[in-house]
């Protein structure tokens, strides 16, 4: 694929702290993006928040105050990652959709178009910049405006089931289901107002499981072992 976008769960960055960051797990993401990078893939990356802040288990905070906090900890996952990735050798600009002093740039798709044309990875921090609206909804949004090929979920767990396989140990994993029947089953992808706006726009997803060794090259370039939800 020539262009992608990349979600990236920020529970998953935390790694076995579960909150905050773990910087040995974000190399590697770093490591396998270069990987991606050299060999030509434009990517970009949307990072949910939850290793800071889920908005939505609060019950005493105001919701839109409680989802403006969640948008700032996912800006503050992508400076970080952003520096990661510096760290190892790529170009990289943090895009958020209203103003960060100079912490970042104003997100506009030509200034995307502009940052993967000089080769850089570009990151699309604060969702949709609008409470009631979350990372999945805002992943779904930039990957159908920079027009990328296919949105890449990397999860704690390494693909879609018909049930919650946690809790029932004969979950059955499908190694390719169509977004019609994710939202008629409610499986859980990604949330209804994402998946409403994948079948609407026929923007394809693969599922997979982040921990797993080489899991983003493998699932980018043919390797593929995670789910693929097709339109």
Not at 18 to 43: C, I, M, P
Not at 67 to 77: E, R
Not at 95 to 108: A, D, H, I, Q, R
Not at 159 to 173: F, L
Request: proline share 2%; net charge neutral; with cysteine.
């Amino acid at each position: 694929m020539k262009r992608i976008l990349l979600k990236l769960s920020g529970e998953a960055l935390a790694g076995e702290k579960h909150h905050g960051f773990d910087e040995a797990t974000v190399t590697v993401v770093a490591k396998q993006v270069k990987e991606l990078v050299d060999k030509g893939v434009q990517v970009g990356i949307v990072i949910g928040g939850g290793n800071f802040w889920r908005g939505r288990t609060s019950e005493t905070i105001d919701r839109t105050k409680a989802d403006q906090i969640g948008m700032l900890a996912t800006i503050m996952n992508c400076i970080y990652v952003s520096e990661i990735f510096r760290s190892v050798g790529m170009m990289t600009q943090v895009l958020t959709p209203f103003e960060c002093g100079s912490m970042t740039k104003l997100y506009s798709k030509d200034r995307a178009n502009k940052y993967f044309a000089k080769n850089m990875v570009v990151f699309f921090a604060g969702g949709t910049g609008h409470p009631y609206f979350s990372t999945d909804t805002a992943t779904v949004l930039r990957a159908i405006e920079i027009e990328a090929e296919g949105i890449y979920l990397a999860k704690a767990i390494d693909g879609v089931y018909d049930s919650d396989p946690k809790t029932n140990p004969n979950a059955k994993k499908y190694d390719e289901v169509s977004i019609e029947e994710v939202v008629d089953k409610k499986l859980a992808v990604v949330d209804l107002t994402a998946s409403i706006m994948s079948l609407e726009n026929r923007m394809p997803m693969y599922v997979f499981g982040l921990n797993e060794e080489n899991s983003i090259v493998n699932a980018v370039t043919g390797k593929f072992s995670g789910t693929k939800v097709t339109v």
